[in-house]
């Protein structure tokens, strides 16, 4: 039962690193000199208007899981998607098929002539908490497989939503340090940041 914690342990660790290790490093928009400035200009001529997706169509087609990703030309979320329905999957056959050695076990207990090993080797009461340990994380690996199968109809529609926000590369933020002279004999000048937006 043990070996079995360290197990689940482990692989939902490997989810979450996995879900932000493949989604990979975000860069900062600076750009250090005019030739990358002409270059990325360059570009955004080139680049072929996106497609506006429609939310509705993109939640429609992830009823098939993975379906609304390819819609909105995100592969890479597919084995994403993919690799989450077969952990949960892993779970649910797992504990189902621990559940029943210990219903069972449990079941025979009141069978004195039982050949079942599980109800020799341990006491009724110990069987019912470990049966009642996998019913519940049978239970459980069905649920999560259900918020699953949500969280990417959800992630499909929001990201067909913000294929409409207008993200433009002359978009900055500049920080300075600001000292302003006192507004009144009274005070005396004070110190703060200056936040400037540019877009």
């Avoid at 996995?18 to 990325?40: C, H, M, N, R, Y």
């Avoid at 069972?104 to 069978?111: G, P």
Wanted: contains cysteine.
């Amino acid at each position: 039962m043990c070996d079995i914690k360290k197990t689940i342990w482990r692989l939902s660790l490997l989810i979450f690193l996995g879900i932000f290790l493949i989604s990979g490093p975000l860069k900062a928009q600076g750009i250090k000199d005019k030739k990358e400035t002409q270059t990325v200009e360059k570009k955004e001529k080139k680049k072929k208007p996106q497609l506006i997706r429609s939310p509705k169509t993109a939640a429609l087609l992830s009823i098939i899981p993975g379906g609304g990703q390819i819609y909105n030309h995100k592969y890479w979320k597919v084995p994403i998607v993919y690799a989450g329905f077969a952990v949960f999957g892993y779970f649910i056959v797992t504990n189902t098929q621990q559940y029943h050695i210990f219903r069972d076990a449990y079941n025979a207990t009141a069978d004195s002539a039982t050949t079942n090993p599980y109800a020799q080797k341990y006491s009724p009461t110990s069987l019912r908490i470990v049966r009642d340990y996998y019913r519940r994380n049978m239970q459980l690996s069905y649920i999560l497989t259900g918020a699953w199968y949500i969280l990417q109809i959800v992630d499909a529609n929001v990201d067909a939503h913000l294929t409409r926000w207008n993200i433009s590369n002359n978009l900055s933020m500049e920080v300075a340090p600001i000292i302003s002279p006192p507004l009144k004999r009274s005070t005396g000048a004070y110190n703060g940041l200056s936040l400037r937006f540019h877009f």
